[in-house]
Nanobody, 114 residues
Framework: QVQLVESGGGLVQPGGSLRLSCAAS????????MTWYRQAPGKERELVAD????????NYADSVKGRFTIARDNGKNTVYLTMNNLKPEDTAVYYC???????WGQGTQVTVSS
């Protein structure tokens, strides 16, 4: 059974940074592309970043390119999202998932506000 547990969210001021973590279990982590999505209030869930199984290839949404970095540790079955220069529009619940998608975890709330 796939389990995805996100952590690391919180309240941060504009311009600040956060590092999200996602602990995965129930599948062979090192063989799957991993993704981070986010869902803001009243909006659809959107893809923020993805990373290939080896970690060599990464892709980002235009809105976060140059500010967010996705990384993974296959030895720890964990994927990370480092978010710098955060903006109020980054406020959302952030979710990780494998690709193809599995049922979603609980997510972690990120709020960017002064």
């Amino acid at each position: 059974q796939v389990q995805l547990v996100e952590s690391g969210g919180g309240l941060v001021q504009p311009g600040g940074s956060l590092r999200l973590s996602c602990a995965a279990s129930g599948f062979t982590f090192s063989t799957y592309t991993m993704t981070w999505y986010r869902q803001a209030p009243g909006k659809e869930r959107e893809l923020v970043a993805d990373i290939s199984s080896s970690g060599v290839i990464t892709n980002y949404a235009d809105s976060v390119k140059g500010r967010f970095t996705i990384a993974r540790d296959n030895g720890k079955n964990t994927v990370y999202l480092t978010m710098n220069n955060l903006k109020p529009e980054d406020t959302a619940v952030y979710y990780c998932n494998k690709w193809p998608l599995s049922p979603w975890g609980q997510g972690t709330q990120v709020t960017v506000s002064s």
